[in-house]
C-alpha cells in the first residue's frame, strides 16, 4: 500500500520530465540553431538558383507537353478504330 501513493507521483515527474524535455529540445534545441542557418543559406543561393530552377520547371513542362500530345493521338486512334469497328458490326 505504501508503494502506491508513491508510484503515481513518481511515474508522473518521470513523465513530466520526459515531455517538457522533448517539448524544449523540439522548440529551443540545437536543431533550431541549424535551421537557421540553414534558411539564411537558402536566402543567399536561392537568387542565384532561381533562374536555373526556372529553366528546369519549362523543360519539364514541354517534355510533358510532348507526352500529353503523344498519349492524346494514341486515345484518338483507338476512338477512330472503335468507332469503325462499331460501324462493321
Known sequence: MFQRWLFWPLFAAIMGFGLGGSVFWGLDGPNTTIEQADAAYEQETAQSE????????????????????????????????????????
Open 50 to 89: 532561381a533562374e536555373s530552377k526556372m529553366e528546369e520547371a519549362d523543360e519539364a513542362l514541354a517534355k510533358y507537353t510532348d507526352w500529353l500530345m503523344f498519349f492524346t493521338g494514341v486515345l484518338a486512334f483507338a476512338t477512330v478504330g472503335l468507332g469503325v469497328a462499331i460501324v462493321g458490326l
